[in-house]
């Protein structure tokens, strides 16, 4: 089992970076593959990225491809999501997930941060 914790989440105006991390409990922290997703309200949640065990494949949904990186360091047990040249359209609430497959399906995902909110003002 793995606990996950995001932060670093903000205001931040259009055309800003912020950078979320999410720091993991445990030694099984390699046996995961991590995933970031986010939900505006009243809309469903969205894959933003995720990454292999290892860090060496990602993937990006289509609204966030060119824009944000994920990355991890399993020395420090702990995912990031830079996000650049953001939008207010990027404005959710973002969570990280950890699942044994790497997937853009949340429900490939067995565990949960509690979340961090993004705004960013036009």
């Known amino acids: 089992q793995v606990q996950l914790a995001e932060s670093g989440g903000g205001l931040v105006q259009a055309g800003g970076s912020l950078r979320l991390s999410c720091a993991a409990s445990?030694?099984?922290?390699?046996?995961?593959?991590l995933g970031w997703f986010r939900q505006a309200p009243g809309k469903e949640r969205e894959f933003v990225g995720a990454?292999?065990?290892?860090?060496?494949?990602?993937s990006y949904g289509d609204s966030v491809k060119g824009r944000f990186t994920i990355s991890r360091d399993n020395a420090k047990n702990t995912v990031y999501l830079q996000m650049n040249s953001l939008k207010p359209e990027d404005t959710a609430v973002y969570y990280c997930?950890?699942?044994?497959?790497?997937?853009?399906?949340?429900?490939?995902?067995?565990?949960w941060g509690q979340g961090t909110q993004v705004t960013v003002s036009s």
């Open positions: 997930a950890a699942g044994t497959y790497y997937s853009g399906n949340h429900l490939e995902y067995d565990y």
């Open positions: 445990g030694r099984t922290f390699t046996r995961y593959a």
């Open positions: 990454i292999t065990r290892g860090g060496g494949m990602t």
